[in-house]
Nanobody, 124 residues
Framework: QVQLIESGGGLVQAGGSLRLSCAASGRTFSSYAMGWFRQGPGKEREFVATIDWSGSITYYADSVRGRFTISRDNARNTVYLQMSSLEPEDAAVYYC?????????????????WGQGTQVTVSS
């Protein structure tokens, strides 16, 4: 059973920064790609960032590229999302997810395991 637990969400002013963490259970964490997604009020869940099994390949949504950084620590079974220059449009529930393979993917259907999400609120 794979469990993913996000933390680090909260309230931040526009222009500020937050770092989200996602701790994963299981001994196979390092074999799989990880992703971050978000869902704002009344919106569909959307891709934010992904990282391959090794941490050497990353990919971002256009809306966050240059502001967000995804990283992982396989020794700690943890993936991170460093968010900077936050905008009110970034407010959402952020979810981490484990992929079904080691390479980066952007579709939600490529991620069979999901955390419960952490709320990010950005005040203007």
């Amino acid at each position: 059973q794979v469990q993913l637990i996000e933390s680090g969400g909260g309230l931040v002013q526009a222009g500020g920064s937050l770092r989200l963490s996602c701790a994963a259970s299981g001994r196979t964490f390092s074999s799989y790609a990880m992703g971050w997604f978000r869902q704002g009020p009344g919106k569909e869940r959307e891709f934010v960032a992904t990282i391959d099994w090794s941490g050497s390949i990353t990919y971002y949504a256009d809306s966050v590229r240059g502001r967000f950084t995804i990283s992982r620590d396989n020794a700690r079974n943890t993936v991170y999302l460093q968010m900077s220059s936050l905008e009110p449009e970034d407010a959402a529930v952020y979810y981490c997810a484990r992929g079904r393979a080691g390479s980066v993917r952007t579709a939600t259907s490529e991620y069979p395991y999901w955390g419960q999400g952490t709320q990010v609120t950005v005040s203007s």
